[in-house]
């Protein structure tokens, strides 16, 4: 494996551990008496998992040797290397003879049995190391009855303690299916899941942020600085810089606190697509009355989904996948867009037939409609617009201390779970705003953050993505400040993640992570 110097430096590094973790022989998780009311609906489709919470507390457990397996599901988010690590330590610690066998692919290298018994230097070669490349990643599903019957026998014939799944909100509901699909079929590997994402959705009372978050945030807020230097220096372009993020605008409010843009768009407040426009156009036209031809401009990628118009048309075009079905009504939306968003609404699907949102060119739908509104509105002045997309420039980064620290904790607090054979839960560190020493760990019931949505006309459990607060405190003082930053240029500029040095730069927390724990 070929690495940099600051790879191999981040080889060393030696992940900040919350104080109960420094005796690995000393810890157990003990059941919380409070039991949290959930729904008949729900309940019934995990009639054998258990509903209530465990702490970690100081206290002897039973120490055997134990084969836990694992994989990665999804889009990468830095850090998962140390989850890996976390869970190889803990295992190693009590019992030499411990095994990790790690799943390639995603959730299909469980399926097809696709799986190597990891070494110590495999291991270690990716300590603190971006990407998910030990294992490889997939989006493949575990939700048929043939799928669960297949993933148990495989579990069985690896005679796997634990199955820990590091995902999003999709694959952890699956893991709970999972896990109860063992307990009715008497198999006896715990399943355990993982918060993972770099979008930030998968939030809870408990589980305040899902790892890579933190990363993928510094490293999208470096980009937009140094392009707001240079709009700065040159004075003749508007940036219109979108973030990924899936439907949730939770990184570009990130990084709009962090870097102070013209103009950040927050999904959540659902603006049409005109009120937008207008808004871009008065933005511009009132930046030229102050001799500033230029801005930066931030679009969450999932914009599209929460402007009324917009849902409705994509509502539509999912369900009956073809123009000639669509109402008049969606039709004149569909045809006023600029014919390139019309192709790509209309060719671009995802695994499950639905518009592949991700690849919609949002800010050239903007960037076009602007132009239109100014050419109308007469507009005197320059635009040169500018488009960019920053989304897998940040998925696999180094992890930031914060991830490295957070993930190697839940790999930890996952293979005590296996251990202390807890299943169907979801492993969760709270205070993360805090010294890592107080930071408070638990495994959640993952039907805890499960409720029911309606998937092609049928209601389903879920996890429930969680979208930006309006009434929270990171958009509210945002909402505070956006008015000042369209006219003063108060760009600015975080440069480079660090690593090493001043612990309030080295080891900061997520913005919104830490405006979420102040009372006002
Ligand atoms: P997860 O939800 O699986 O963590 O993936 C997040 C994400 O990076 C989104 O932000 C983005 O829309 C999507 O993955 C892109 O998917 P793909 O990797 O399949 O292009």
Redo the contacts with the bound molecule.
């Keep these: 494996m070929h690495v940099s110097l600051l790879e191999k430096k981040r080889r060393e590094y030696q992940p900040k551990l919350p104080s109960l973790f420094n005796d690995l022989l000393n810890v157990c998780l003990k059941k919380e008496k409070q039991d949290v009311p959930i729904l008949d609906e729900i309940r019934k489709q995990f009639p054998k998992l258990e509903t209530s919470a465990y702490k970690l507390v100081s206290g002897k457990s039973a120490i055997r040797n134990l084969r836990i397996g694992a994989f990665f599901?999804?889009?990468?988010?830095p850090g998962g290397h140390n989850v890996i690590a976390g869970i190889w330590d803990a295992i190693q610690k009590w019992d030499k003879q411990s095994t990790f066998i790690g799943f390639l692919g995603g959730p299909s290298g469980l399926l097809e049995n696709q799986h190597r018994i990891l070494s110590y230097e495999e291991i270690d070669h990716v300590r603190n190391l971006g990407g998910f490349d030990l294992l490889g990643?997939g989006?493949a599903k575990i939700e048929t009855e043939e799928q669960m019957q297949k993933a148990m026998s495989i579990c069985n014939e690896l005679n796997l303690d634990g199955l820990v799944v590091i995902?999003?909100?999709?694959?952890n509901t699956n893991a709970a299916f999972l896990a109860e699909y063992f307990l009715t079929h008497g198999c006896s590997t715990k399943v355990v899941g993982v918060p993972?994402?770099?979008?930030g959705?998968?939030q809870s009372v408990d589980i305040e942020i899902?790892f890579?978050f933190d990363s993928a945030t510094k490293v999208y807020s470096e980009m937009i600085g140094n392009i707001m230097k240079d709009a700065l220096s040159s004075r003749k372009y508007y940036h219109f810089i979108k973030l990924?993020?899936?439907s949730a605008s939770h990184?570009t409010l990130e990084c709009a606190l962090s870097t102070h843009p013209n103009l950040a768009l927050i999904g959540e407040e659902k603006k049409t697509l005109s009120e937008i426009v207008d808004e871009i156009a008065n933005l511009i036209e009132e930046r030229h009355t102050h001799k500033k031809d230029f801005g930066v401009i931030l679009i969450p990628?999932?914009l599209i989904e929460f402007m009324p118009e917009m849902k409705e048309l994509i509502r539509e075009l999912n369900q009956n996948q073809s123009v000639d079905k669509l109402s008049e009504k969606n039709k004149k939306v569909l045809i006023n867009l600029p014919e390139k968003i019309q192709k790509q609404l209309l060719s671009e699907r995802?695994p499950h037939g639905n518009i592949?949102?991700?690849?919609i060119e949002t800010e050239y739908l903007l960037i076009e409609l602007v132009t239109k509104e100014l050419q109308k509105r007469e507009f005197s002045g320059k635009f040169n617009p500018l488009a960019h997309f920053f989304?897998?420039e940040g998925?696999s980064c180094l992890p930031s201390n914060f991830d490295a620290n957070y993930c190697y904790s839940l790999g930890i607090l996952a293979a005590i779970a296996v251990r202390d054979g807890i299943t169907g839960m979801i492993c969760s560190v709270q205070h993360l705003f805090q010294k890592v020493e107080k930071w408070h760990l638990k495994m959640v019931p993952i039907i805890h953050l499960i409720h029911l949505e309606e998937r092609k006309g049928k209601k389903k459990p879920v996890i429930q993505k969680t979208l930006v607060s309006m009434i929270q405190n990171p958009f509210l003082y945002f909402k505070s400040i956006r008015d000042s930053l369209r006219l003063d240029d108060q760009y600015k500029s975080t440069g480079p993640m660090q690593f090493f040095g001043d612990e309030d730069l080295a080891d900061s927390v997520p913005k919104t992570l830490k405006m979420k724990s102040l009372k006002s």
């Design positions: 599901s999804g889009g990468q988010a990643s989006r995902g999003g909100d999709d694959s993972k994402t770099i979008d959705d998968l899902p890579g990924m993020g899936r990184i990628e999932g995802d592949a949102l991700s690849q989304g897998y998925r």
